[in-house]
């Protein structure tokens, strides 16, 4: 499996339009969210890649390239029949390995507290969990991670960019 970034404007088109179909259950604003982040897209400070195994697609991944230092994974969303197969998981670790690369310093990611699954892999990931951040329109706090590219564990730096990066963001 590997994961690809999606270039051609149609082709985000419709990774967005399965993103926003999958996630609009539990996000109703996320269609909107989209549309005010259209820009983005095009520009690739947003990218979507699609997790590609031999020619199928089996899901998506949505990074946000926030600053130079810190970049979001926005979402990550396999398709039902293609789920436990260890997808997910093989994309994040490519995605981490990319950002490495890219010599960024740290890869943030935010879930529901109850993603009980998603947590799961982050902690076996080793990603950090580093506090929560109260979504005002979910009128919920999800659990924010962070996976420390340089591993320095300066744990103050990471509370700074969590700071920045989540308006709602508190240690606790
Ligand atoms: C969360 C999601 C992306 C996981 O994708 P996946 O490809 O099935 O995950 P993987 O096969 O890589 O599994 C990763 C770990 O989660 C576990 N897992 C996956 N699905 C599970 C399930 N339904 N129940 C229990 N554990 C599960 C796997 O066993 C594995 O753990 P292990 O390494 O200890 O064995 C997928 O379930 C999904 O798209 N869910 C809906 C969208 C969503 O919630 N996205 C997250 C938003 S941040």
Known sequence: MKIMQLK???RIEESLRNLTE???KEYPYYSTWI???EATFRDGTRVVYELN???KV???MMVHFSTTQCAKINGIYVFPDCQRKGYARKALLQILKELKILNYDYAFIQTCTHNKI????LDT???NVIGYNYHNIEKQSNLVAVYDLKGEKNFD???TFAVQLYKGFSKN
């Open 157 to 159: 730096e990471m509370y």
């Open 8 to 10: 051609e404007a149609k």
């Open 118 to 121: 998603v947590i799961h892999m």
């Open 35 to 37: 549309q005010k982040n």
């Open 58 to 60: 089996v899901g998506y």
């Open 53 to 55: 195994d031999n020619q």
């Open 22 to 24: 999958e996630f609009i």
């Open 125 to 127: 990931l080793n990603f």
